[in-house]
């Protein structure tokens, strides 16, 4: 599914994924995720402990802070494709 996330504020933190995208994944073939402010941490996954993104998709920071995530392929970001 196609969509738009903005985050403007709050937490994301201490989420695990089996697999992909302990805090946030972003799939579909044109998704939008923009980080304006705000914090993504202490997320665990294999692939993006922190952000997650699947092939075609956007990805903006202008604030915000993403530490402190673990994972085998992109502790804080992983782009897949």
Known sequence: MD???T???GTISDNTANRTGG???VTGSNSKFTLE???ISGNTATN???VYFDGGNTFE???GTISG???TNG???YFYG
Do not use: P
């Open 37 to 39: 402010n705000g914090i």
């Open 75 to 77: 502790g804080g970001i």
């Open 7 to 9: 985050m403007t504020g």
């Open 69 to 71: 995530n673990t994972a």
């Open 3 to 5: 969509g738009t996330f």
């Open 48 to 50: 993006g402990g922190g």
């Open 61 to 63: 920071m202008s604030g």
């Open 23 to 25: 805090g946030v994944y």
